[in-house]
């Protein structure tokens, strides 16, 4: 896979590490998984052509171990559905596959209501034993 | 700690909103679930993406909206958001969903999805809810299929 330009096909996970972000019971991502960080962004990974356990097993080093947190599941949505909404995602293969979702608005509650968008429009899939 | 302890203190020692005689269990529900988003969130990094803590500000905001809502209107799901602000999401579907965050000030935003209708904004909040969150809530419990479009 050609990591330097984005398709729109691919697709890309949210890690995701505190429960705020899922409902189990529900099976569904929350909005709050994709709103951005302070920086303006949301960090992301680009994981097509990667097998699922290949997926976990980015989540786990890259992102939960790094930040000593558990993985708790994460959220696959298209990059289409991303670059829908008028946002950007933008690799910076640092580490390899990582992207950033940019472009956000400024105003919060424009923010909220995308980021609704986009969990409406993700797949959630929780860490197996997390349930 | 010590705030969120005289918090704790506070809200298990106060009869919790007695004038939720007519919402009961469900507001204590929700107030008990804001406790627990506020204490899992209360520290910064609290998400691991570097997200601002809950301030006690935003609590107290939420915690006041929760007592005011409507008593027809069910229980909000609660949650954190990474600027520090509690959201409060009423969600009937994928595209049928409403949030109503606090953060400190008096100010709240919103966000809503109706079918192909969206809408989100930011109101003034002071002694009672802004008309445009209630006008909202009861446009998300009285829609039907006639509804989309």
């Known amino acids: 896979m050609d990591l330097d330009q984005l398709k729109p096909e691919e697709d890309i996970s949210r890690y995701i590490l505190n429960k705020s972000c899922f409902s189990s019971q529900n099976r569904r991502v929350k909005y709050s998984a994709f709103l951005p960080a302070r920086n303006g962004e949301t960090s992301v990974f680009r994981i097509t052509g990667l097998l699922d356990y290949e997926v976990w097993e980015v989540g786990q080093r890259e992102v939960a171990q790094k930040r000593s947190k558990p993985l708790l599941g994460r959220a696959d949505i298209s990059a289409s559905h991303v670059l829908e909404k008028g946002l950007k995602v933008k690799p910076d293969n640092n580490p390899p596959r990582h992207a950033n979702i940019i472009g956000w608005p400024e105003e919060k509650s424009e923010q909220k209501l995308i980021a609704m968008e986009l969990a409406a429009n993700a797949q959630l899939h929780l860490v197996p034993g997390e349930r | ?149």
């Not at chain 2, 627990?36 to 609590?59: C, I, L, N, Q, R």
Request: aromatic share 10%; hydrophobic share 40%.
């Open chain 2, 1 to 149: 700690m010590e705030t969120l302890q005289a918090i704790t203190k506070d809200y298990l020692s106060n009869a919790p909103i007695t004038e939720s005689v007519t919402i009961g269990r469900p507001l204590e529900a929700a107030l008990e679930s804001l406790l627990e988003v506020y204490e899992e969130s209360s520290k910064a990094d609290w998400d691991g993406y570097g997200a601002s803590p809950v301030t006690e500000d935003a609590f107290y905001k939420a915690r006041k909206l929760i007592q005011l809502l409507p008593s027809s209107v069910p229980v909000p799901e609660i949650l954190a958001e990474p600027t520090g602000e509690i959201g409060l999401e009423w969600y009937r579907g994928r595209h049928l969903t409403f949030v109503v965050s606090c953060g400190g000030g008096n100010i709240l935003t919103y966000a809503g999805i109706f079918g192909i209708n969206k809408i989100h904004g930011t109101e003034y909040f002071g002694e009672s809810i802004p008309p445009i969150i209630v006008q909202n809530l009861r446009r998300l419990y009285q829609w039907s299929r006639e509804s989309w479009i």
